[in-house]
């Protein structure tokens, strides 16, 4: 009888203490919110949020395969020298909207692999800071406005121009552009030994489209006392575009062409810079995936050696984003030089 009084109790007890935690308030606990990556478009297209900021990112670039042929751009002492190579562009951008206008940041590293024994590199095309819409100031490592040329890029009126520099600009809606660029020249670029010497860059224009534009660049070196300028423009005429240029160099600037490259040294032009130069072409659609570019350019060195250049570039849109793109080009300078005048480039390059 003791015995079934305490089972019964038991029971009782443990029916007490169920009821007691069913009572209790059920706690739920809410599914975390995936952190979605968003779209941008404040700033065009192909811009996302980095998650939980206000700045937008942007990430594209290139892989190209190129090789390049005969004659006096190869960087090759042998006459009909080819050589291929490959090159990765990474273009990062960021930007966000502030009370001073848009900041950006961007950053370009460049990867290329060589076959003609010089050794791979790993270098920056550019990489700066900007701060600014229609006035904005840019500061770091920028690619110049001398680091341009025409469409086709066959034409001989451009350097590569890419200094640590700070840069004012004016990009108005009303069409026009004004900046100037003070940069940071390395020994090398002006022929010295001493510290980097400043030079000064400018750009006035009127920029309606690619199609249509009037540009003029200036240039001046402070330790060497030398100065260049270059005006161009293009016209939307037919189905394409007519681009003409000139040049003007008062002695050797980095920011202009010269032939104190190795691959001159047996042409009546070594070590001498280009004075005056005149180059012109016109590229249009053939079909709505070929684009075709005849130029020409006729030049004066400043031994006042007279050359002349003509050749063609096309390229080829396979399929989006893929393309082939080749040109060929013929110099002549005088019958006695003993270099082959014929050289190219043919590329393949995957945009993304």
């Known amino acids: 009888m003791k015995t079934k009084l305490l089972l019964i109790g038991s029971a009782s007890m443990l029916a007490t203490a169920t009821g007691a935690n069913a009572a209790d308030p059920v706690v739920v606990i809410e599914p975390v919110t995936a952190n979605y990556v968003e779209v941008c478009d404040a700033f065009g297209s192909g811009y996302f949020y980095v998650p939980g900021t206000e700045t937008c990112l942007s990430v594209g670039g290139y892989v190209r395969f190129e090789t390049k042929f005969g004659g006096i751009q190869t960087g090759s002492s042998a006459d009909g020298d080819w050589y291929p190579y490959v090159k990765a562009n990474l273009a990062i951008t960021a930007k966000t909207d502030t009370e001073l206008g848009t900041l950006t940041s961007r950053m370009v590293p460049e990867f290329y692999f060589y076959s003609n024994g010089t050794g791979d590199e790993v270098k920056f095309d550019e990489a ?116 003409i240029a000139g040049l003007y160099e008062s002695g050797f600037i980095a920011y202009g062409p010269d032939f104190t490259a190795a691959n001159w040294d047996d042409s009546p032009i070594a070590d001498t810079y280009l004075k005056y130069a005149v180059a012109a072409n016109y590229y249009f659609n053939v079909t ?4 075709l570019a005849p130029q020409a350019q006729y030049n004066v060195a400043s031994n006042d050696k007279v050359f002349w250049e003509a050749g063609a570039t096309a390229d080829w849109e396979i399929v989006d984003d893929f393309h082939l793109r080749t040109n060929v080009n013929y110099a002549f300078l005088d019958d006695d030089w003993n270099q082959q005048n014929w050289f190219g480039w043919v590329r393949l390059e995957r945009d993304f």
């Open 128 to 243: 700066y800071i900007e701060i600014g819409n229609a006035v904005a100031l840019r500061a770091g490592y920028i690619k110049g406005y001398w680091n341009q040329d025409l469409w086709g890029e066959l034409d001989n009126i451009d350097n590569v121009s890419r200094y640590n520099s700070i840069r004012l600009g004016y990009y108005g809606a009303d069409h026009f552009q004004a900046a100037l660029s003070v940069d940071a020249m390395t020994p090398d670029d002006v022929g010295t030994d001493d510290l980097a010497k400043l030079g000064l860059s400018a750009r006035l224009g009127y920029v309606v489209s690619d199609s249509n534009y009037l540009k003029l660049d200036a240039a001046y070196d402070t330790h060497n006392e030398t100065y260049a300028i270059r005006p161009w423009a293009g016209f939307g005429i037919g189905p394409g575009t007519l681009e």
């Open 288 to 291: 709505d995936d070929l684009i």
